[in-house]
């Protein structure tokens, strides 16, 4: 399980190795994603908080990365953060997630991205609840959820 320790380790010693690689052009994701989608993923936009699809939606499944379809989240660790965005305590596996340091708006935090694909997600917060402590901050638009149907 990770922690925050391990998340801080991350951005300062560098991320788990992905299993794969997928990249491309910042021509050939705008004509895959939606002038939204890649806003989000591409641009690192962010959501009006409680505007996201996923925002208040608990349905079965994993939630997959909107730009490479690589499995990030899975529903039996996702709940309300009363945020205003998707959360998590936990990726599926250490090595779905990548860590970035960000400094950006005057503050100190933790950039979360696909790391197949580097595709913005959100960030990831040491206030979520235990036993990670972790909350895994998330833009709908970053996700696409696969059920368990």
Known sequence: MLTWKNIISFT?????????RIEKTNEEWKELL???????????????????????SFTEGKYNCTCCNSPLFDSSIKFDSSSGWPSFTQ???????????????GMIRVEILCNTCDAHLG????????????RYCVNSLSIKLENND
């Not at 002038?35 to 996201?52: A, D, N, Q, V």
């Not at 596996?93 to 990548?98: L, M, S």
């Not at 917060?125 to 990670?132: H, I, N, R, W, Y």
């Open 34 to 56: 939606s002038p939204e989608e890649y806003t989000i993923t591409r641009l690192k936009g962010t959501e009006r908080p409680f505007s996201g699809e996923f925002c208040s």
């Open 123 to 134: 960030h990831v917060f040491p206030d979520g609840p235990e036993p990670s402590g972790l």
């Open 12 to 20: 300062t010693n560098g991320n788990p190795i992905p299993t794969k």
């Open 91 to 105: 990726p599926v596996q250490e090595n779905a997630v990548k860590y970035h340091k960000d400094t950006t708006l």
